[in-house]
C-alpha cells in the first residue's frame, strides 16, 4: 500500500505541476502576450498553440484530481473515518481536495467550453468569415475562471505539499 501511495502522490505532483504550470502560463504570459501582439500572430498562436495547450491543462487537471481522490479513499479507509476527519491530515487534504475539484469544474465546465468558443471564432475569422458574437463573451467568462483558479492555486498547492 505505501508504494501504491508513494506512485500516486508522484503521479498527482507531476500532473498538478502540469496544471498549475499552464494555468500560470495562460494568465501571466499569454494573455498579456496577446494584449501587446498584431493580430495575425494572435491567430496563429490561437489556432497551432492554445488548443494544444489546452489539451494538456483539461488532462493535467483531470488526472492532479483523480490520483488525488485515489489518495484520499485509500488514506481515509486505512485510518478509519472517525480518525481521518479528526486528524490535521484528512482536515487538510479535504479542503485541499474541495478546492482541487473546483478548479476542476471550472477548467471542464467554464474555461474549457468557453475556449472552444475563442478558437471556432478565430478559426471563422482566419478562413474569412466574421468572428462569433459569443465569442467576447467566451473570452470574459473563461478569463475569470481561469483567474479564481490562479487565487484557489496558491493553497491547493500548499495544501497538496501539507
Same mark, same amino acid.
Given at each position: 500500500? %505505501? #508504494? ?8 498527482? =505532483?507531476?500532473? /498538478? ?8 502560463? #495562460?494568465? =501571466?504570459?499569454?494573455?498579456? =502576450?496577446?494584449? %501587446?501582439? %498584431? ?7 490561437? $489556432?497551432?498553440?492554445? !488548443? *494544444?495547450?489546452?489539451?494538456? #491543462? ?18 481515509? +479507509?486505512?485510518? /478509519? +473515518? ?5 486528524? !490535521? ?38 478562413? /474569412?468569415? $466574421? ?7 467566451? /473570452?470574459? *467568462?473563461?478569463?475569470?475562471? +481561469? *483567474? ?15
Amino acid at each position: 500500500m %505505501e #508504494f501504491t501511495l508513494f506512485v500516486l502522490r508522484w503521479i498527482h =505532483f507531476l500532473a /498538478g505541476i502540469t496544471w498549475i504550470g499552464l494555468l500560470y502560463y #495562460f494568465n =501571466f504570459v499569454q494573455t498579456p =502576450f496577446f494584449a %501587446e501582439t %498584431e493580430a495575425p500572430v494572435r491567430v496563429g498562436a490561437v $489556432q497551432k498553440l492554445v !488548443p *494544444r495547450a489546452l489539451w494538456w #491543462f483539461r488532462w493535467g487537471a483531470m488526472v492532479t484530481v483523480l490520483a488525488g481522490l485515489l489518495i484520499y479513499i485509500m488514506r481515509m +479507509s486505512e485510518m /478509519g +473515518s472517525g480518525l481521518f476527519y479528526a486528524s !490535521p491530515y484528512g482536515v487538510t487534504i479535504t479542503v485541499g481536495g474541495l478546492m482541487g475539484i473546483v478548479m476542476l469544474l471550472n477548467v471542464w465546465l467554464v474555461i474549457w467550453p468557453n475556449q472552444q468558443i475563442v478558437i471556432a471564432s478565430t478559426n471563422q475569422v482566419a478562413a /474569412g468569415g $466574421q468572428a462569433l458574437p459569443a465569442a467576447a463573451g467566451a /473570452g470574459g *467568462r473563461g478569463a475569470r475562471a +481561469s *483567474r479564481t483558479n490562479t487565487v484557489f492555486s496558491i493553497p491547493v498547492v500548499f495544501y497538496m505539499g501539507g
